[in-house]
């Protein structure tokens, strides 16, 4: 018997564990045995041929622990689903819902809320496009989703494919932002070009007076109105100035909607029964950091009506056309606060009109006499609210401090209308800077209701 042998015969005789490495070396060894005779070797050449073995059982042991590893895969996470009751759901937040899915899906076409898979959408070539931009421009003027289909498409409204070649208009020329802007609402076309003049004022940029209206982002539920369609409002010397109105949250219920996303603005039109007049105006659509308004209306507010004045705002049949009106009385004169452009200055100017009032919000001589001869607001102060409510104190309130430590004593009521002078701060806005515990310089009267304290 060789000493191979004798190796085997040893190994056979212990006994071990079936998973452990000696069991694996033992099979290892009968196997090699099993397929053939070992010749006889010196004990140096045993020693190599058994570690030899020993070798080949690790390496195969590793490799079969590395393709173990290998193959473990973590399970993937399920994804965690919050079960929603959508009994107790509004019709409007189920449209809120579904709309906002839609608008993620990159394959799905969108005008207004009318929606359409992107394929069935008929393409319009370049240069359908662009004699749609010259037709426009011809016209001088934004022309309907409606002119444009029977014009260039030539599909009378009567035909069966009408609403589909109006789809296409509309959601077609959406895509060319370089030389066309949509200027209608969610349910009726407008479009314009690009180089078209747009409706504003030369006395603030637009997107300054976006800034202005920021606050409005934050403050989005509408009081009592009227009726459903119709809303008052109570214009500010800020609104009369500059020829706007907010966006606010009872504006909103009456205004129409932006048919995309990334709409900048809207036409709309706006009918006084009592001039016999219509005013085209624009709705500025609120961005991230920007508030909505509408902007027009500064040669009708100065020929009809003064700060104070209480106008409703109705709406019609037609989604971009409104009618508004203002209460008429006899003539009334007062020396009323004006902006001298060329001095920048405020001054006092006898002053006519046949309007309806709040008498909370006029400012006149009586009322405000040391804002005569008054410079704005620095920009600076003017972009933030409690900077503007606190120079408001100082305006209006009486000082019922010392000089050295003035304190400034003021109802909110006028504070509310000396403080839209220089820019729009809503009521609930100015509670909140009065109230709100954020500036410490301001402080309740315990003893007087909406009474003020601001202390420097």
Known sequence: ???????????????????SWQAAVAAALKDAQARGVYPDVGPDEADQGFEAALEAVVERQDAAEELASADAVEPETEPVYEAVDLSEASDGDLADAVRNSLSHEPEVARWGDLWMHESKVAKLSRGDLRRAQEYVDEHGEPLSDIELVQDLRGVNPASPDFANERFTVNYRLSREVRDFEYLGTSKAGLWATVNMPTVGTEKRKASEIGQDYRFLLDYRTPGEGLEEGIIEHVLTFYEYQLGVLPLDANMSTVMPEAAFADQRAARLTMESPQTSETVTVELRFPTGNRGGYLIGLEQFFESNLVPGALLTLEATDDPGHFILEYFQISGQDRRLLHLEERKNRYVYRPTTFYCGLQDDMLVDENRFPRLADAAPLDERTRRRPEQVVAKTFERVGENIGTADEPRYL???????????????????????????????????????????????
């Open 410 to 456: 003021a109802m909110i009521n006028d504070i509310l209308a000396a403080a839209n002078i220089e820019r729009p701060i809503s009521a609930e806005l100015l509670r909140d800077i009065l109230t709100g515990g954020t500036y410490p310089e301001f402080s309740a009267d315990g003893d007087e209701e909406d009474t003020f304290f601001y202390q420097p």
């Open 1 to 19: 018997m060789t000493d191979s042998e004798d190796t085997t015969e040893d190994v056979e005789e212990q006994q071990f564990a079936p998973d």
